[in-house]
């Protein structure tokens, strides 16, 4: 049972908080942040280390009190000193829309909606005192809504810190949403998604929401977010492949294809169908269906939408598979923050790079430069799903393109027609420095798989 919640005078003053531990709890727990004293850094962002964060490190932007809960994600918020509201939006977590996304969606609320504002709800009843931080005030979101952290007032501890934003995400109502720019307590929140995905929590249980559709059907998903370069200069570069890993025929006729925010929903068109490892590939930006390749989709979008992965803040990104019921029934999310293995570890290893180039011409010479992979297993391996990196250049590998047992695949750095062992990495000229680097082999959720160095 919840302790009901004391009212109290508004206080200006910033709580005594503790270093922030991560903790999955579940629903029914709350989300409570420890007790020790720990000064704000001078700088706010980035900070040295995005997986300790303090939450005591985000500034402190308003005080006041819950005006009324709208949905999993947002609420009506009254600051000390005001008589009026605004209307508030959760940073952190993506909850369930309730009727759709600004009707442009759905019609009905989604799967696991009515239950995330009911929770939020429990934890913020009118007049709850709360307290709201962002690592800048001028954050905004749509329709210029304030985008804050939420922190409740708890009487057992005699602080705001009740973390509602962990609570929903524990809970298995949410997503992970983080923005580059105020994304310093986005990985404690990933890695309570990730616990709840792995428990089958919430939205996670495809029976959450009642029997589901085809309850046999098996679709992985599989999502390259890095389009190279300037990814909004190539939205077709991002892409996510849609696979049928089960034994019967799944029709993906009216499912729907998500990220992690609302602003991108692909639906399947009718005839989509999956025969056992058929699969589709969906591009984030615009095309013509059925072209170049036959498998080929497009979301339709002007820009790129997957978040890359970032080295001194956490961000990422996620995408959803939803059946026409809108209940989760496959998803992708990276980086991975719990039980970070794969099953290409120790299989797949980069046995030889050439960085040497002695042609003059630079395309000759690109070729001349190469990097072999070995897959050493006693079964083919798919490389969709795992991508070759040299510093800030990224390779995504020819979808659907394998390595069979005991054999390998040269990716020659320049340009050139794919063949079952060779690929190119596409580059006018030469990539490799000649004295000393490192290649890797990662998966798309950014697990290293193999590296060599020269």
């Known amino acids: 049972m919840r302790t009901r919640r004391s009212r109290r005078p508004f206080s200006g003053s910033t709580p005594q908080g503790g270093r922030f531990a991560v903790v999955v709890l579940c629903l029914g727990a709350l989300s409570v942040i420890g007790a020790v004293a720990h000064a704000a850094p001078s700088t706010p962002f980035p900070f040295p280390d995005y997986s300790t964060v303090d939450y005591t490190q985000v500034p402190i932007q308003e005080t006041g009190v819950v005006d009324v809960v709208a949905d999993g994600d947002t609420f009506r918020f009254i600051e000390e000193g005001s008589s009026s509201y605004v209307t508030v939006r959760l ?34 009843p009118p007049g709850t005192p709360v307290q709201l931080r962002s690592l800048s005030k001028a954050s905004t979101g749509l329709d210029g809504r304030p985008q804050r952290y939420a922190f409740a007032w708890n009487p057992a501890t005699g602080q705001y810190d009740i973390d509602v934003q962990a609570e929903l995400a524990s809970a298995g109502l949410a997503t992970l949403f983080t923005l580059s720019n105020e994304a310093a307590l986005s990985y404690s929140y990933a890695v309570h998604v990730a616990n709840a995905q792995a428990a089958g929590r919430g939205i996670w249980n495809p029976r959450f929401c009642g029997p589901p559709e085809q309850p046999d059907a098996s679709v992985s998903l599989i999502a390259h977010w890095n389009a190279g370069r300037n990814d909004n200069a190539n939205p077709n570069g991002e892409y996510v492949i849609v696979r049928n890993t089960g034994g019967t025929v799944v029709d993906l006729s009216g499912w729907i ?36 390749n036959p498998r080929d989709l497009y979301m339709g979008s002007t820009t790129a ?14 995408v959803y598979l939803l059946d026409p019921s809108t209940a989760f029934r496959s998803w992708f999310d990276w980086p991975c923050v719990v039980d970070c ?20 011409k630079p395309s000759r010479a690109a070729n001349e430069e190469y990097i072999i992979i070995k897959n ?10 795992y991508y070759a990196a040299y ?10 393109s394998r390595i069979p047992a005991g ?26 420095r000649n004295t000393s680097g490192t290649v890797e082999l990662l998966s798309e959720r950014n697990v290293l798989i193999s590296s060599k160095k020269w």
């Open 341 to 360: 293995t794969d099953p290409a570890q120790g299989k797949l290893t980069i046995t030889d790079v050439n960085p040497i180039a002695a042609s003059k």
């Open 257 to 292: 294809l998500r990220d992690s925010g609302s602003t991108a929903w692909f639906t399947f068109p009718n005839g989509s169908v999956l025969t056992p490892d058929d699969y589709r590939v969906v591009h984030v930006g615009q095309g013509t269906p059925g072209s170049p």
């Open 391 to 400: 510093r800030s250049a990224t390779y995504p590998f020819v979808i659907n």
């Open 376 to 385: 050493t297993s006693k079964q083919e391996i798919n490389l969709d799903g």
């Open 407 to 432: 054999k390998t695949l040269t990716v020659f750095i320049g340009k050139g027609l794919p063949s079952k062992h060779t690929q190119y990495w596409g580059r006018e000229g030469p990539l490799l």
């Open 91 to 124: 940073l952190g977590i993506n909850t369930p829309e309730v009727r759709g996304f600004y009707n442009k969606n759905r019609d009905e609320d989604m799967c696991g909606a009515v239950e995330a504002a009911r929770v939020l709800a429990s934890l913020l």
């Open 305 to 318: 939408l997957l978040a890359n992965v970032a080295r001194d803040r956490f961000t990422g990104d996620g």
